[in-house]
């Protein structure tokens, strides 16, 4: 009896046609045997099935240039397949899975996390999904924060030690030894995520634990909205997210007509229930003049836009591709305020009506 292939990953990537330089959104799911993609994310069959086995993996693709955060796949028949994730942890991420998959089917072994239950031998008493909420709840779990290392501004992340005091304060462990260990199996199950260099390389092998108990190193929970940005100077400045009511983040971009493709300042407001993105007139009118409707959309970052002129754009320029394929182009003020915007979109678009 053949078994079910895992499912390891799934969600909207950015996908280019094999025949021509199209990229529209894909639904997108990784087994441990093969990727998957479907037009829509409730569709019954997909539109396209590649095999892992052989394949292999190149990240960062720069194939591309105008198109930030490619990675290429390339099966065993010499055959490429170009996906776009929204920023880089989310294609660092796919590309981590994919590769220790492939890993997997050419050692004839399952595809696991790292350490499993049994190999690091954690009490069938301990429910980590029943952790994992504790950790996350508002009031009585871990505090996420801002933090900065190495030139980088790391947002909704916290530190190897916060995790180890919180399952100490919490009575989830009796020592720090034991709280290693567990923090090591919430990280090999995937419901925490290393960020930065120190927490990557632990996990990747390189030192004595996949975890660390270091105010240096690092993680975010799975699902959270984690991102890192560069800081290169002191002006930089992180906008916080508005929430007022429905209101999930208002500002002003710059937007690109369809018709005339010139572009013009909008104020935007991003509504969560239902899933809209709104644009005003910023000198004035309580009617918008357009809404774009983001349930089911993929958002991207982008170095440039199709057809345009060398002076009509700048950068931190992002793509929204809506579920039937209508495709906007919108420019933020600075490369902290474009990643506030995807991730903000993102969220709505999952989580909106």
């Not at 050419?106 to 696991?112: I, K, L, S, V, Y």
């Not at 309580?286 to 170095?303: F, H, M, S």
Request: with cysteine; net charge positive.
């Amino acid at each position: 009896m053949e078994r079910e292939p895992k499912k390891i990953r799934e969600g909207y990537l950015v996908k280019k046609g094999s025949m021509f330089n199209t990229w529209k959104p894909m639904w997108v799911v990784l087994l441990d045997d093969g990727i998957e993609f479907y037009k829509k994310k409730i569709d019954n069959s997909p539109k396209g099935m590649i095999p892992l086995k052989g394949s292999s993996i190149n990240s960062p693709c720069q194939d591309f240039g105008k198109r930030m955060f490619v990675f290429k796949l390339t099966t065993a028949k010499q055959q490429d397949h170009f996906f776009q994730a929204a920023y880089l942890e989310e294609r660092d991420a796919w590309v981590r899975d994919i590769k220790k998959a492939i890993q997997c089917i050419e050692g004839g072994q399952r595809f696991a996390r790292k350490s499993t239950r049994k190999s690091i031998r954690l009490p069938e008493t301990i429910n980590l999904s029943a952790l994992y909420l504790s950790m996350k709840d508002s009031n009585k779990g871990i505090k996420e924060l801002k933090l900065e290392k190495d030139k980088k501004v790391f947002n909704h992340c916290f530190t190897g030690s916060c995790v180890i005091d919180w399952l100490v304060s919490n009575n989830a462990i009796r020592n720090r030894k034991e709280g290693l260990m567990l923090a090591s199996s919430l990280l090999n199950e995937g419901y925490l995520q290393p960020a930065g260099d120190t927490s990557k390389n632990a996990a990747e092998g390189l030192t004595d634990t996949p975890f660390l108990d270091l105010s240096d190193a690092y993680y975010y929970f799975a699902d959270s909205g984690f991102f890192c940005e560069g800081n290169s100077s002191d002006d930089d400045v992180v906008l916080k997210e508005e929430f007022r009511g429905i209101v999930v983040k208002q500002g002003c971009l710059l937007k690109q007509g369809h018709r005339r493709k010139n572009w013009k300042v909008r104020k935007f407001v991003l509504r969560e229930d239902p899933a809209y993105l709104h644009y005003y007139d910023p000198a004035g009118g309580e009617d918008p003049l357009g809404a774009i409707y983001l349930r089911g959309c993929v958002v991207t970052a982008v170095e440039d836009i199709p057809d345009a002129k060398k002076h009509d754009v700048d950068t931190n320029l992002f793509e929204i591709i809506t579920a039937n394929e209508v495709h906007y182009f919108l420019q933020a003020a600075t490369p902290v305020e474009r990643t506030e915007w995807i991730k903000a979109i993102q969220v709505v678009c999952r989580t909106g009506k």
